[in-house]
Nanobody, 113 residues
């Protein structure tokens, strides 16, 4: 197994959208839970969203209703659709596949006001 790889970060204005992707070369991808974390400067890493093998999702209160986590088992890819972005969403976003076991290198998301 290798590290998952995130992509899709960037600079966006407040109110805009981004979609993050995470590709994980995990043979048991369809059988594991996975999630997205983020870490802002000077803050601890926090869980943003998670998804189970049965597509049960969970979100941090700060992003519920704005972010959507999903997975495509055929492509070994997990997504995080982020809408109505706010400056406080600025952080490095990491995917974790399997959940809590392996993390990617992260992708920077910067939201300007």
């Amino acid at each position: 197994q290798v590290q998952p790889v995130e992509s899709g970060g960037g600079l966006v204005q407040a109110g805009g959208s981004l979609r993050l992707s995470c590709v994980a070369s995990v043979s048991i991808f369809r059988f594991v839970a996975m999630g997205w974390y983020r870490q802002a400067p000077g803050k601890q890493r926090e869980l943003v969203a998670s998804i189970t093998p049965g597509d049960i999702t969970n979100y941090a209160d700060s992003v519920r209703g704005r972010f959507t986590i999903s997975r495509d088992n055929a492509k070994n890819t997990m997504y995080l659709q982020m809408n109505t972005l706010k400056p406080e969403d600025t952080a490095v976003y990491y995917c974790s596949v399997p959940f809590g076991q392996r993390w990617g290198q992260g992708t920077q998301v910067t939201v300007s006001s």
